[in-house]
């Protein structure tokens, strides 16, 4: 399987966790971005994975490092990639 970009959607309540955890995630390779999204604060990350099985490591890293931060994981989407 061709890997893939996953984008992951995870929201704090303030800035401050938003960035704490944006920089832990960049500091392991992942590409982050934060911006507000009122009345919250987003954090997008975004990292190639290979098939659903490393999507789903992705997500419970992700689920469990933003439950420590007390955001809320909103899920993730990637592009679909079509077989010829």
Do not use: N
Not at 56 to 78: K, M, S
Request: glycine share 4%; proline share 4%; charged share 30%.
């Amino acid at each position: 399987m061709t890997p893939s970009v996953v984008d992951h959607y995870m929201y704090f309540h303030a800035e401050r966790p938003a960035r704490a955890l944006a920089k832990v995630l960049a500091d392991r390779g992942w590409s982050v971005v934060v911006r507000e999204s009122d009345p919250d604060w987003l954090l997008l990350a975004s990292q190639h994975a290979d098939g659903i099985e490393a999507i789903d490591a992705q997500t419970r890293e992700l689920e469990a490092l933003c439950a420590a931060e007390v955001g809320t994981y909103d899920g993730f989407e990637r592009d679909v990639i079509q077989r010829r």
